[in-house]
């Protein structure tokens, strides 16, 4: 399996769909992983059936980060723009509400501090992946 694919539209080199996914899978389940063990009360994932609930979350944020994240933070420039930033965490908030809407009594975030910390983690992570794990694969496949 090749880790690394040409883009032949645009002449750049981009990860594996399966390896994206997979990076991004694990590091989404450590930060609600830890998120949930270190507030307990304020965020609940269900823990039947072996951590299924965790990863159709993972799951969840992942293909809404793919999807309907691009397109809210199209719209919402102005008003990041305006708030020089702040308001970039408010769309990952968006996003785990809709999660939390889905799984219903499966995954619950109780207030919108709560959300916001979860958001700010995600957005954090998300860095930190593409800095450490992304980046080097990339330039270590252009060698």
């Keep these: 399996m ?4 040409l883009d032949k539209t645009t002449n750049k080199i981009r990860m594996n769909r ?6 991004y899978m694990i590091a989404y389940s450590i930060v609600l992983l830890t998120v949930c063990l270190l507030f307990r009360k304020t965020i ?5 059936y072996f951590g299924l609930w965790f990863f159709i979350a993972t799951v969840i944020i992942y293909i ?6 691009p397109v809210l933070i199209w719209l919402t420039i102005p008003l990041t723009g305006m708030t020089l930033g702040l308001f970039y965490p ?10 939390d809407f889905i799984l219903g009594n499966h995954f619950e975030l109780h207030g919108l501090f709560m959300s ?28």
Excluded: G, Y
Excluded at 2 to 5: C, P, S, T
Excluded at 44 to 48: L, N, S
Excluded at 64 to 69: E, Q, R, V
């Design 2 to 5: 090749k880790l690394m694919i």
């Design 18 to 23: 399966f390896l994206d996914w997979l990076i």
């Design 44 to 48: 609940i994932i269900d823990e039947h």
């Design 64 to 69: 809404l980060n793919k999807t309907i994240k």
């Design 90 to 99: 408010f769309i990952n908030v968006f996003i785990l509400n809709i999660v």
């Design 116 to 143: 916001f910390i979860v958001a700010v983690l995600i957005s954090i992570m998300n860095a930190i992946m593409d800095t450490i794990v992304v980046e080097p694969l990339l330039r270590r496949s252009k060698k």
